[in-house]
C-alpha cells in the first residue's frame, strides 16, 4: 500500500476551551468563536471540544452548550464532542440533546464518545450523585444511546425526541485498547489521545484494525489520531510558544489547576528531573517548530501510523500566535469542502 501523504488526509481541531491567566471563560468563549471560524475559512474538517470539569484553565464543561454555540457561529465545518464523558450522563440525556443539535446543524454534528469522568473522583461524584454509572457500563451505554438514536421505532416505550431517526455520527474516543476493540467490535470510528497518553497508540489501532466489523454505515476502519502541534515562524518561537505547553502538563503532573500561563524563556528552575521526564513522556507526540519542521514531523507520524486522520491541539497563550499555528498547519493537508 502506498505511503498516505499529508495532503491525501483531513485534519482537525481540538480545542479545550482554556482560560488564560488574567482572562475569563467569557474570553475563553470569543476566542473559541473566532478559531473556529478561522479553522472553517482554512479548511479543516472538524472542530471539537473536549468536557472536562472542575478545572480552573478549561471552559468547556458545558460541552454541548458550546457545540451549539460554535456551530451557530460557523456555516460548514463539522462541530463535535472529544468527547462526552458517557459515564456522566443517561443515555437518553445525550441521546436528546445530540438529536437537538444534529436537527438543528444537520450533517454538521459529531458525537464523540470517553468511558473516563473527565476529573477527580470527588467532583465526579458530584456529577452523578452516586457512582453506579461507572465506566464497566461503558458498553451497553454506548448500544442503548445508538439504539435511541437509530430508527425511528413508534412502539418504543422510552424515545429519544428530537434524536430517533437522526444520523448523528457516533466515534469511540480512547487512550487504551479498550475503546479500540469497542468500536471496531460496533464498527464505529475510533479516535485515539495521542496527545496526552502516548503509549498505548499503535498497540490500539493494531486492536481497532483486527477487530473491525463493518456493522453499520461505516464499511472499512476509519481512526484519527489526536497530537500536539506550536507551530511558527522559526524553531525558536515555536519553542518558546511550547513553554505554556509544558506548564499546562507540569500542572496535570502536579495536581495542580492554574489557568493557562504564559510562555516563560526557559523551562529551568519551573521543574525538577522526574517532573521534566513525567511530562515529556506525555507529550511524546508534540510536535513543535517552524512549518518546515512540524511538516515533516507530521509526515512521519502519518507513515507510521497510518491513521486516517489527525486531530490538532494547540495549547499557545496569545491568541494570534495559536491562530498562526492553525494557519500553518492547514496548508498541509486536504482541505474541507
Known amino acids: 500500500m502506498p505511503t498516505k501523504k499529508l495532503s491525501d488526509i483531513y485534519t482537525s481541531v481540538l480545542d479545550l476551551v482554556p482560560i488564560l491567566e488574567g482572562k475569563t471563560a467569557a474570553d475563553a468563549f ?3 468563536v473566532d478559531l473556529a471560524r478561522h479553522a472553517e475559512q482554512w479548511g479543516y474538517r472538524r472542530y471539537w471540544m473536549a468536557e472536562h470539569h472542575n478545572m480552573a484553565g478549561i471552559a468547556s464543561s458545558a460541552t454541548v452548550v458550546l457545540i451549539g454555540h460554535v456551530a451557530g457561529a460557523t456555516s460548514k465545518i463539522r462541530v463535535g464532542s472529544g468527547g462526552i464523558m458517557l459515564p456522566n450522563h443517561a443515555p437518553l440525556v445525550v441521546a436528546e440533546q ?5 436537527t438543528l446543524y444537520p450533517g454538521r454534528i459529531d458525537l464523540g464518545l470517553g468511558r473516563a469522568p473527565g476529573t477527580d473522583q470527588l467532583t465526579a461524584h458530584a456529577l452523578r450523585r452516586d457512582l453506579r454509572g461507572s465506566v464497566d457500563e461503558f458498553p451497553q451505554n454506548v448500544v442503548e444511546l445508538k439504539n435511541y438514536l437509530g430508527p425511528v421505532d413508534p412502539t418504543a416505550r422510552v ?3 428530537p434524536g430517533e431517526g437522526v444520523y448523528v455520527p457516533f466515534w469511540i474516543l480512547g487512550s487504551s485498547t479498550f475503546g479500540a476493540q469497542l468500536a471496531g467490535i460496533l464498527g464505529m470510528p475510533y479516535a485515539f489521545a495521542s ?3 502516548p503509549s498505548h497508540l499503535h498497540a490500539a489501532l493494531q486492536v481497532y484494525k483486527d477487530s473491525f466489523q463493518p456493522v ?3 464499511k472499512e476502519p476509519y481512526a484519527m489520531a489526536c497530537v500536539n502541534v506550536i507551530a511558527a515562524d522559526s524553531d525558536e518561537e515555536a519553542k518558546y510558544l511550547s513553554t505554556t505547553l509544558y506548564q499546562s502538563f507540569l500542572n496535570v503532573v502536579r495536581g495542580t489547576g492554574k489557568p493557562m500561563q504564559p510562555p516563560v524563556k526557559s523551562m529551568d528552575g519551573l521543574w525538577d528531573a522526574s517532573e521534566r521526564y513525567a511530562v515529556q513522556q506525555m507529550l511524546r507526540y508534540s510536535f513543535i ?3 518546515a519542521t512540524v511538516k515533516e514531523e507530521l509526515q512521519s507520524f502519518l507513515t507510521e501510523t497510518g491513521v486516517d486522520e489527525i486531530m490538532i491541539g494547540c495549547n499557545v497563550y496569545d491568541h494570534a500566535a495559536r491562530l498562526r499555528s492553525y494557519e500553518l498547519v492547514s496548508d498541509f493537508f486536504k482541505k474541507s469542502e
Open 98 to 102: 445530540f438529536g437537538t443539535l444534529a
Open 195 to 197: 496527545h496526552f497518553a
Open 289 to 291: 517548530g517552524s512549518a
Open 159 to 161: 424515545r429519544a425526541v
Open 30 to 32: 470569543k476566542s473559541t
Open 216 to 218: 453499520g454505515e461505516l
